[in-house]
């Protein structure tokens, strides 16, 4: 079965400007979560969404912000880049949500780099 | 905050040598995951353990989980080049409930086996 699919896998990007990033879950999984991954800070959680809602969000400025579609793709949005958010995003999504019971599959992730 | 402390950082070590990799944390865990990541990849999840004292063996690979589930160690018997990789723990917190993906991942162990 086809995994986790990101998009795009790269992006260079002005500080200032605004970019937004999907991710496509593997068929019937309906839990999405997002993480950046910097060397300094490891990978850090961003969100997490099932059913189209929120479940929980990390410690990011309220830049950060993304939204669950029926179909359970998923997007993040950054606005107003700044030079501090270079990093791995990357989307996990796991059929249901605790990963102990039902697995979790990250993508490839996309490469943001500001400038 | 809970952090999760891995150790050691690096390790670079011969074709057929042994190494162990800890994961140590203040924090109580539901459960914990072991993934390897490779450059320009998502990590791949390579075994997630719930039960205080659980040990859990993946061929070369023996995974065990802290009686009071607050520490893991990942063993690799006969290393080879194909092990090399960044290898990250990841807990789910027992005070994050059980129904949650927001993971908290370890500070990471970068593993290059030289053949």
């Not at chain 2, 944390?25 to 205080?52: A, D, I």
């Amino acid at each position: 079965k086809a995994g986790v699919t990101q998009t795009p896998r790269y992006l260079i990007k002005t500080r200032g400007q605004q970019v937004t990033l999907s991710c496509s879950p593997i068929s019937g999984h309906r839990s999405v979560s997002w993480y950046q991954q910097t060397p300094g800070q490891g990978l850090q959680f961003l969100f997490e969404y099932f059913s189209e809602t929120q479940r929980n969000k990390g410690n990011f400025p309220g830049r950060f912000s993304g939204r669950q579609f029926s179909n359970s793709r998923s997007e993040m949005n950054v606005s107003t880049l700044e030079l501090g958010d270079s990093a791995l995003y990357l989307c996990a999504s796991s059929r249901d949500r605790g990963p102990h019971n039902y697995g979790y599959t990250f993508g490839s992730g996309t490469r943001l780099t500001v400038v | 905050t809970q952090l999760l402390e891995q150790s050691p950082q690096f390790l670079s070590i011969q074709e057929g040598e042994n190494l162990t990799v800890y994961c140590n944390s203040s924090s109580v865990f539901s459960s914990l995951q072991w993934y390897r990541q490779e450059p320009g990849e998502g990590p791949v999840l390579l075994v997630t353990v719930v039960t205080g004292g659980e040990v859990k063996k993946l061929k070369r690979l023996t995974f065990q989980f802290g009686d009071a589930r607050k520490d893991s160690s990942l063993h690799i018997t006969a290393a080879q080049p194909g092990d090399t990789g960044l290898y990250l723990c990841a807990g789910l917190p027992v005070e994050y409930g059980g129904a949650t993906n927001k993971l908290i991942f370890g500070t990471g162990t970068l593993l290059a086996v030289q053949p």
